[in-house]
């Protein structure tokens, strides 16, 4: 439980550092926000792949038990920056 809260608030201050920088290039770059957004989304899914992976290949639990695992660990923060997004970008 610690380790996955540990992932999300990991992934939520990576998110904020893609929407920072998305935000500091969006006056060269009009589209730097979304770009940012994507990027962070594409990185977060391997970060929590490569969690869900070590926990089936090195702690020894299932597919079927660290695939709801995965699922909070990359759908929180990406929902997140999506809302973010949304509402003040």
């Given at each position: 439980?610690?380790?996955?809260?540990?992932?999300?608030?990991?992934?939520?201050?990576?998110?904020g550092?893609?929407?920072?920088?998305?935000?500091?290039?969006?006056?060269?770059?009009?589209?730097?926000?979304?770009?940012?957004?994507?990027?962070?989304?594409?990185v977060?899914?391997?970060?929590?792949?490569?969690?869900?992976?070590?926990?089936?290949?090195?702690?020894?639990?299932?597919?079927?038990?660290?695939?709801?695992?995965?699922?909070?660990?990359?759908?929180?923060?990406?929902?997140?920056?999506?809302?973010?997004?949304?509402?003040?970008?």
């Open positions: 439980m610690v380790r996955t809260a540990s992932f999300i608030v990991a992934g939520l201050l990576l998110m550092s893609f929407l920072l920088i998305g935000r500091l290039f969006s006056t060269q770059f009009a589209e730097a926000s979304r770009v940012s957004l994507w990027a962070f989304a594409a977060w899914l391997v970060v929590a792949a490569l969690n869900m992976w070590l926990g089936v290949t090195k702690a020894g639990y299932s597919v079927a038990e660290e695939l709801p695992i995965f699922v909070v660990v990359f759908i929180v923060p990406a929902a997140a920056a999506l809302l973010i997004k949304w509402r003040f970008l």
